[in-house]
């Protein structure tokens, strides 16, 4: 409490006024002092009484002071969260009033009111749910200003968040996990997004806008997209991207649900060939990359300097695979990366691919191997459908597709090649009208045959056999009863070629008089070396196929672009990332 004011006539130690009239002038100040006197302390009295009061209200309610700062802002190394972790496919009734903690994406973040925040937290894939933060009265363990920071966090920040999980009043419908939510009770950042998303997570999680060559020097500046405040089910009126938009952004071209689902079909379809092929007694090699000589072909082969020579880098694992059989192995397969030189831009192909590559040897008739590589695909296709049901539901979302359809046991398609001409001659579209059994097919007559197949055999997968002589390579052996045609095969999914395979010649000096009748040398580089092989011991028969792993995949999906099912497509135009 402050004291009274004094007088300031006696403050100042100025003299006492003198007795008589003086004297009567003095008492009457004085009474006029008093007075003065008591008004100041009366309004000294009701200014302290005030600032009490303010105090203690201020004490009452916390003041300006942050009781919540401990439990948000950016993560320190001494940040610590006690509460068990949880995986939100695994959420249920049990944790219903139990303190739990997650990492996540916050995938979208929004205010409701000062004094409540919504944000939908992505822990993987499409695993999302809502969390909720509201600032209670005493300001802790939420306080308004904790709601304010978290309502502003930039979507696709990484965060570590602690919440009770509470079952909100209806189903959220824009999260996977609808019949739970989080209650915020803290929330810290681990790593911010950026202030605008180049491709938000609505635009890659939809189909590509468009698939037009891109020029990679150009592109490093994507179109930005506005930034989203949507849910992914809220997505349909989100912007799609291009293919170059979507590489060029690729951590965020990945978090799309879609294409973890498309990957996860792509390592689906690999260990399925692994498995089938192991069960059947295949044993896995390694073929190189690296080759000495471009002996199968020349032209599309990427050549690269080697020390004081060339290289080349395989363009198929072909001669290895022989090589392995020629070593004692009876079944052999592989799977690496495959390398064409081929300025080819258009959805089938790619520079580099996976092939799924298989040889083995034949006791009877090369139709052993036709009848493995059908087990092998028929495998597969059978699999996905019972492995990868919820990544196909959840791709045919954003990229519709029919069923693929799959032969009846027992009643596989296989046509020889003049058949499948036959066909396209008789049924198909007038411009086919003239095809010819001697020349190879084009990729539109392809097409065309397999919507006749389709429509005829009620299947997306069938085999055309006996290729033309001149549709196939030197190591590929003429059918014995018409040397106009060869052993060798190619299979189809809805109409495109996935796989060529035959069998091949064993013999050398059937092998040498090929080559020449081929037009080649056998003495030039790599070709020699081949034909030594088998010249070195006696080889038993055998054949096999290379399947493209990429368009296996695309088009069991019915994808537009083999582009979408490779981690990192490389194209004549594209070499990053
Ligand atoms: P295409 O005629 O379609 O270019 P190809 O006849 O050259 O193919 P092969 O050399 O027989 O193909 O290769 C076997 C398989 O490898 C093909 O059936 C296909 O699945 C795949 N493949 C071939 N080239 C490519 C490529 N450039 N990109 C992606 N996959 C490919």
Request: net charge negative; hydrophobic share 35%; with cysteine.
């Amino acid at each position: 409490m402050s004291e009274a004011p004094v007088d300031p006539a006696q403050a100042s130690g100025a003299a006492p006024p003198a007795e008589g009239e003086g004297f009567a002038q003095s008492k009457k100040g004085a009474k006029k002092a008093e007075a003065k006197a008591k008004k100041e302390a009366e309004k000294a009295r009701k200014a302290a009484e005030r600032e009490a009061a303010a105090a203690a209200q201020k004490a009452a309610s916390g003041g300006n002071e942050d009781l919540a700062k401990d439990n948000y802002g950016d993560i320190l190394p001494s940040t610590k969260v006690a509460a068990d972790k949880v995986q939100l496919k695994n959420l249920g009734d049990e944790h219903i009033g139990k303190t739990v903690k997650l990492r996540a994406w916050i995938q979208n973040a929004r205010m409701q009111g000062a004094k409540m925040a919504f944000v939908e937290l992505r822990e993987e894939r499409n695993w999302t749910i809502q969390g909720v933060v509201s600032a209670s009265a005493e300001g802790t363990p939420v306080s308004k200003q904790m709601v304010k920071w978290i309502g502003a966090l930039r979507l696709e920040s990484f965060v570590l968040v602690e919440a009770t999980v509470q079952k909100p009043l209806e189903p959220v419908k824009s999260c996977r996990v609808s019949n739970y939510e989080f209650h915020l009770t803290k929330t810290y950042l681990i790593s911010p997004g950026p202030e605008v998303l180049p491709l938000g997570l609505n635009a890659a999680n939809r189909a590509i806008a468009s698939f037009e060559d891109e020029d990679p020097s150009q592109a490093a500046a994507a179109p930005t997209e506005a930034v989203e405040n949507l849910s992914l089910a809220e997505s349909a009126a989100a912007p799609s991207a291009s293919l170059s938009t979507h590489l060029n952004n690729p951590a965020m071209h990945k978090r799309a649900p879609v294409q973890q689902a498309i990957a996860d079909v792509r390592m689906t379809v690999r260990k399925l060939f692994s498995e089938y092929l192991e069960s059947k007694n295949f044993v896995q090699f390694e073929a190189p990359c690296l080759i000495g000589a471009a002996s199968e072909g020349g032209a599309n082969v990427f050549s690269l300097p080697y020390f004081e020579k060339q290289a080349f880098l395989a363009q198929s694992p072909q001669f290895y695979k022989q090589i392995e059989i020629a070593g004692g192995r009876k079944r052999v397969y592989c799977i690496g990366p495959v390398f064409r030189a081929e300025n080819s831009n258009t959805p089938r192909h790619m520079t580099e691919f996976t092939g799924l590559d298989l040889e083995m040897e034949i006791e009877e008739n090369y139709h052993e191997v036709i009848d493995m590589i059908e087990g092998v695909m028929l495998y597969i296709f059978r699999g996905l459908e019972q492995r990868c049901k919820e990544q196909i539901e959840l791709i045919r979302a954003i990229y519709p597709s029919d069923d693929f359809l799959l032969p009846e046991p027992g009643k596989e398609v296989r046509l020889t090649f003049a058949e499948g001409q036959k066909l396209l001659r008789e049924e198909g579209p007038e411009e086919f009208r003239n095809v010819s059994d001697d020349e190879d097919m084009s990729t539109p007559q392809e097409k065309a045959l397999g919507a006749l197949v389709r429509k005829k055999y009620n299947t997306d997968f069938y085999v055309l056999d006996k290729f033309p002589e001149g549709a196939r390579p030197f190591y590929t052996i003429e059918d014995p009863e018409n040397p106009k045609v060869t052993n060798a095969y190619d299979f189809f999914m809805r109409g495109q070629e996935i796989l060529s395979g035959g069998q091949r010649i064993h013999r050398p000096d059937l092998l040498e008089a090929r080559i020449r009748k081929k037009g080649i040398d056998p003495a030039s580089p790599g070709i020699r070396e081949y034909v030594d092989v088998f010249r070195s011991a006696g080889v038993p028969p055998h054949g096999g196929g290379g399947i493209g792993l990429d368009r296996v995949v695309a088009w069991y999906l019915n994808l537009p672009s083999v582009h979408l099912t490779s981690y990192y497509p490389r194209t004549p135009k594209r070499l990053s990332p």
